[in-house]
Nanobody, 125 residues
Framework: QLQLVESGGGLVQPGGSLRLSCAAS????????IGWFRQAPGKEREGVSC????????NYADSVKGRFTISRDNAKNTVYLQMNSLNPEDTAVYYC??????????????????WGQGTLVTVSS
């Protein structure tokens, strides 16, 4: 069974940083594109950043460009999301997801092969 587990969320002050991790069990991440998504209270889920299976292609939402960095360590079966210069608008539950098709593509569409349970990020003073 494909499982993804997020960690690294928490409470951080505006301007601060967090690094989220997405660890896979039951399958090897090498053959999947991975995306980070978030859902704020009362809002629809949105794609934050996605990465191809090799890590050679990445994609970011305009709202996080220049502040967030996605990376992956396939040897550790883990994908990361480094989040810097956080602001209250980044407050949300963050999810990672896997996609088994178009794995060389870093678009944030058509994810659904596996989803994590989410980790809460709260940016507040």
């Amino acid at each position: 069974q494909l499982q993804l587990v997020e960690s690294g969320g928490g409470l951080v002050q505006p301007g601060g940083s967090l690094r989220l991790s997405c660890a896979a069990s039951g399958f090897t991440l090498d053959y999947y594109a991975i995306g980070w998504f978030r859902q704020a209270p009362g809002k629809e889920r949105e794609g934050v950043s996605c990465i191809s299976s090799s890590g050679g292609s990445t994609n970011y939402a305009d709202s996080v460009k220049g502040r967030f960095t996605i990376s992956r360590d396939n040897a550790k079966n883990t994908v990361y999301l480094q989040m810097n210069s956080l602001n209250p608008e980044d407050t949300a539950v963050y999810y990672c997801a896997a996609r088994a098709r178009f794995i060389s593509d870093s678009s944030c569409h058509n994810y659904g092969d596996a989803w994590g349970q989410g980790t809460l990020v709260t940016v507040s003073s």
